[in-house]
């Protein structure tokens, strides 16, 4: 009995741990990628070969009018999205390779080698990662994913808007650009990915957190960014606190591929982890420690046995110490000296502004001040010696703008996002991806991590990460339905 008339024939295999080899060929012997690319392919070919003119043509037409009508707009908001048109051209060609390139914008410091503003730099950058994520669902179709940190957020959106005490001064514009920068990295969730994009992305996550720190070097000369090191601290072409997350993130990313066998994960831990004592940045580093020892304890895969715990812990300490040696003496002197060299713990500043922040969620404790305005709960003369009013807190700045409940949701959206998700992944890899969700969890209690740049690599790398778990699940059913029809088949034979 043959199983061939009529039916795919399937290619895929899997290792001992279920990760999928190759792909499924059809009778054709096309291979059928990530879901909806027919029918992404069939609605851009309706609209004909005259669509891109017609499209380039309406919109230099709108340029014109917006910039006679409303020349300071167009000047300050409208010129500076021409300087993305080439980076769309190849988002449109490419759209896994466009993921990378989003991230490393993200690494190589946007506000700093964009010709604009660093408010509108940002928004550049969060426009461009929004774009690419629709462009591969475009392609590749919609994921299926429980988007729920975006659902918990527009959540709290709702009831803030119907229930909360708006912050006077803050206006409607404001609350808009707040809503949409807040949301950005959420949209990465709803899309798609292909081989491609996961490669390329994995590859842009690990090398970003160096390609910044070479970029700042390369660049000093021409006195383009602040060079390498700042008052001790490396920081790249970004703060090194952003510096700091991007390592975080590419630690983790590092160890899921050396927990799904790449070995190549053990030389992107070393760089990225001397790179993270560099930045001198003491949670993210404490984290990474404690993610480290949790997964050396509980993860196990066919690939990251004993033997090979036991060399990683091997070649872990001499990049530890080799650390500590050379960035550990200014830690110590940020964690326990003041700038007037008086000994005690010091927190940067963030004990006074958490005070602040407290204070300004007492005036609208439940439903919270409106999207956008965290920012401007603290006065920047209040704590003109600190040189900044960020919250340093995202759970004290998501209850100044949505209050404790609003804050609860997208919270408990996070939670039930990474619990479904991490449920479709081989049980050593899953324990990676929740210990990741928890550094992210903790590392919010001191940092402004969900509306940094830097949240969008990192919820770009859990996007796709949880989109491949997904596809190399369905390939391991299609592979096991096949198995047991051919054993059927050769049963009744």
Same mark, same amino acid.
């Given at each position: 009995m043959s199983l061939a008339a009529g039916q795919a024939a399937e290619g895929a295999s899997a290792d001992r741990d279920g990760h999928v080899v190759t792909g499924v060929i059809d009778q054709g012997g096309a291979r059928r990628g990530g879901g909806g690319t027919g029918s992404a392919q069939e609605v851009i070919a309706g609209f004909g070969p005259r669509a891109l003119p017609l499209l380039l043509l309406a919109g230099a037409v709108v340029l014109a009018v917006l910039s006679?009508?409303? *020349?300071?707009?167009?000047?300050? +908001?409208?010129? *500076?999205?021409?300087?993305?048109? *080439?980076l769309a051209l190849v988002a449109l060609m490419q759209p896994s390779l466009a993921t990378a390139g989003v991230v490393l914008l993200v690494a190589l410091g946007p506000t700093t080698l964009l010709p604009v503003g660093a408010s509108q730099a940002t928004a550049l950058t969060k426009v461009a990662g929004i774009g690419v994520a629709g462009l591969c669902a475009l392609r590749y179709g919609l994921s299926r994913q429980f988007n729920g940190p975006g659902l918990g957020f527009l959540a709290a959106t709702a009831l803030t808007a119907a229930l909360g005490t708006p912050l006077p001064g803050v206006t409607l514009g404001e609350n808009v650009r707040s809503l949409i920068g807040g949301i950005a990295p959420f949209a990465f969730i709803s899309a798609r990915y292909d081989k491609r994009a996961y490669r390329m992305l994995t590859l842009a996550v690990l090398a970003g957190p160096l390609a910044s720190v070479v970029i700042s070097i390369l660049l000093a000369p021409l006195g383009i960014g602040n060079g390498p090191i700042v008052n001790g601290r490396l920081d790249g072409?970004?703060? *090194?606190?952003?510096? &700091?997350?991007?390592?975080? +993130?590419?630690?983790?990313?590092?160890?899921?591929?050396?927990?799904?066998?790449?070995?190549?994960?053990?030389?992107w831990l070393g760089i990225n982890t001397l790179i993270l004592f560099g930045s001198g940045a003491r949670v993210p580093l404490?984290?990474?420690?404690?993610?480290?020892?949790?997964?050396?304890?509980?993860?196990?895969?066919?690939?990251?046995?004993?033997?090979?715990?036991?060399?990683?812990? &091997?070649? &872990?300490?001499?990049?530890?110490?080799?650390?500590? &040696?050379?960035?550990?003496?200014?830690?110590?002197?940020?964690?326990?000296?003041?700038?007037?060299?008086?000994?005690?713990?010091?927190?940067s500043g963030r004990d006074i502004i958490w005070e602040l922040f407290i204070v300004a969620i007492s005036r609208s404790p439940w439903f919270g001040q409106g999207v956008g305005a965290g920012r401007f709960a603290v006065d920047i003369e209040d704590v003109a010696l600190l040189g900044t009013n960020a919250a340093h807190n995202e759970y004290l700045r998501l209850a100044v703008d949505f209050g404790v409940i609003g804050t609860g949701l997208i919270f408990l959206g996070f939670l039930v996002w990474i619990a479904r998700e991490t449920r479709r992944m081989p049980s050593g890899e899953a324990v990676v991806m929740r210990a990741a969700g928890v550094v992210l969890a903790l590392h919010s209690i001191t940092d402004n991590t969900l509306i940094a740049l830097t949240m969008m690599v990192r919820m770009f790398w859990f996007a796709v990460v949880f989109d491949r778990a997904r596809n190399e699940r369905a390939a391991r059913m299609a592979l096991s339905r096949s198995s047991g029809r051919w054993q059927g088949a050769r049963g009744t034979a």
């Open positions: 006679w009508l409303q *020349p300071s707009m167009f000047i300050r +908001t409208l010129m *500076p999205l021409l300087f993305m048109l *080439p072409m970004v703060h *090194p606190a952003n510096l &700091a997350s991007l390592s975080v +993130t590419a630690i983790t990313a590092a160890t899921l591929e050396l927990v799904r066998g790449d070995r190549s994960g053990i030389i404490l984290l990474t420690v404690l993610f480290g020892v949790s997964i050396l304890l509980l993860s196990r895969t066919s690939h990251f046995r004993f033997g090979q715990k036991l060399r990683l812990t &091997a070649l &872990a300490l001499p990049v530890a110490l080799i650390g500590a &040696a050379i960035f550990g003496q200014r830690i110590i002197e940020r964690s326990f000296t003041d700038h007037s060299g008086r000994a005690g713990f010091q927190a």
